[in-house]
């Protein structure tokens, strides 16, 4: 069952790039939703060249990060405020990434660096934590290039909870008010474009990624001790919702 589970998460026809790395290796690193999945389908949208400056906000235990440096060629900074820098960099050093990730550890509100010094900033599982307030686009904006682009991949809802009049029952049961910041990918257009800071150039609920997140979470259930008691709630949470209001928010943009 436990092997099943773990060749259940190479994908190739959907996510051929995802699929070169190790299975067991993302699950040591979980902290969410497959980080892969959601970077791959976000990054059809976005234009990753090698030798650019990129900034991976919220980058967790640093799986998107090794993503970027070896699928992109890019330059990687990857900064997060839970994980310590020491333990991100070890992760680098073992994926033979580390001439072009940097870690540092840093709070999503006061980011150490100059301004417009980031080609590109991604953000995957993390910015609906720190990045839903009016004024945050217009702060992150500042780091970017003239041209520079914006994405990100966070969970998101089919419906906005204020038309739903209250958050779903099966999803307050599990994250409690949090579930306010899961937005519609049209809410997150209307919230970037009406800054005339960037261009939106894609705001899209990705296909299937409640059944992503469903295999995933059921993988780690099996592979990580006490997963299942860690995991179960996340588990009957999407077996319930089946795709009705839970989802992922892919959104891209460039810096005007």
């Not at 690193?29 to 976000?42: R, S, V």
């Not at 330059?75 to 960099?89: G, L, Q, R």
């Not at 579930?179 to 800054?195: L, P």
């Amino acid at each position: 069952m436990t092997v099943t589970a773990l060749n259940d998460l190479v994908r190739p026809d959907r996510y051929p790039r995802s699929s070169r790395y190790d299975p067991a290796w993302l699950v040591g690193l979980d902290m969410g939703p497959h980080p892969l999945w959601l970077l791959e389908d976000l990054a059809q949208d976005l234009e990753l060249r090698p030798g650019m400056r990129v900034l991976d906000l919220g980058s967790g235990k640093g799986a998107t990060s090794v993503f970027l440096a070896r699928e992109y060629g890019v330059d990687v900074v990857a900064a997060d405020w839970w994980i310590p820098a020491e333990d991100a960099a070890a992760v680098f050093a073992q994926a033979g990434v580390t001439d072009r990730v940097e870690a540092i550890q840093t709070e999503a509100h006061v980011l150490p660096f100059e301004p417009e010094s980031f080609d590109a900033i991604v953000s995957i599982d993390a910015f609906e934590y720190f990045g839903t307030s009016d004024s945050y686009l217009p702060y992150l904006a500042g780091f970017l290039r003239p041209g520079g682009q914006l994405g990100i991949a966070t969970p998101a809802m089919t419906r906005e909870v204020r038309e739903l009049g209250a958050i779903p029952t099966h999803i307050k049961r599990v994250v409690g008010w949090e579930a306010i910041a899961w937005h519609t990918a049209e809410w997150w257009r209307f919230q970037w474009d009406v800054t005339e800071l960037v261009d939106v150039s894609s705001a899209r609920l990705q296909e299937g990624a409640w059944r992503d997140w469903l295999l995933w979470t059921r993988a780690c259930a099996e592979e990580q001790p006490d997963g299942l008691a860690a995991h179960q709630p996340v588990i009957d949470m999407l077996t319930e919702d089946g795709g009705e209001f839970l989802s992922f928010a892919l959104v891209t943009a460039r810096k005007k």
